[in-house]
């Protein structure tokens, strides 16, 4: 009798159980849920799923710095330089810390963006703030990427302003071995050959 009285109770809690949580209130996602998930996808390399999360999250708060960080690191992986730097850029307009490591993120992927495009002046800039920012700079959602690109984005923008004194002195910092005459055509050459050189190594 016993028996089939614990039997019959634990039917009734677990009819319980399931008829209390059929009751509960839906949770909605916030903000930080889209972007983090936009950021797992982003792990596994799936980025146009990745976006969709990112718009979610900024739609929602569209003050959430990191959202526009991750579009802009969605839409740079897909090669679509001209969104990604918008995307930074809207995301800069939101970060008042210094300190923030998703302010240097920002700057950095914009940084990589401005080149993209050509716009030296501007990859330059950025990539001195982020490295002002975080001198030792790792991208916290992908290690390989490093403040040695930001050395070598800085080295590439000033080639493609005609300033070879300066490529060189970033180009130095990635390797103080090489030397150039960048007075001289051949020197320029030279500076042009490690330029690529440093960028199939990094």
Avoid at 16 to 27: H, K, S
């Amino acid at each position: 009798m016993k028996r089939k009285l614990s039997i019959a109770t634990g039917v009734l809690v677990s009819l319980l159980a399931l008829t209390m949580g059929g009751c509960r209130d839906r949770v909605e996602p916030e903000t930080p849920d889209y972007v983090e998930y936009g950021w797992e996808l982003m792990a596994d390399s799936l980025y146009p799923a990745a976006i969709v999360q990112f718009e979610a999250g900024t739609e929602l708060e569209d003050s959430y710095a990191d959202g526009w960080n991750g579009l802009g690191w969605a839409y740079a992986r897909l090669d679509s330089a001209g969104i990604s730097d918008t995307s930074f850029s809207t995301g800069a307009d939101l970060v008042v810390d210094d300190t923030s490591i998703v302010g240097t993120e920002i700057f950095a992927g914009r940084s990589f963006a401005n080149l993209a495009l050509g716009e030296f002046d501007e990859a330059v800039d950025d990539a001195k703030d982020a490295l002002e920012r975080t001198p030792t700079w790792e991208f916290r959602r992908d290690p390989a990427v490093t403040y040695r690109h930001l050395y070598l984005t800085a080295a590439t923008a000033f080639y493609g302003l005609g300033e070879f004194d300066s490529s060189l002195v970033w180009v130095k910092r990635l390797d103080s071995r090489f030397d150039a005459d960048v007075a001289t055509l051949s020197g320029r050459s030279q500076l042009a050959a490690r330029l690529q050189t440093l960028k199939g190594g990094l």
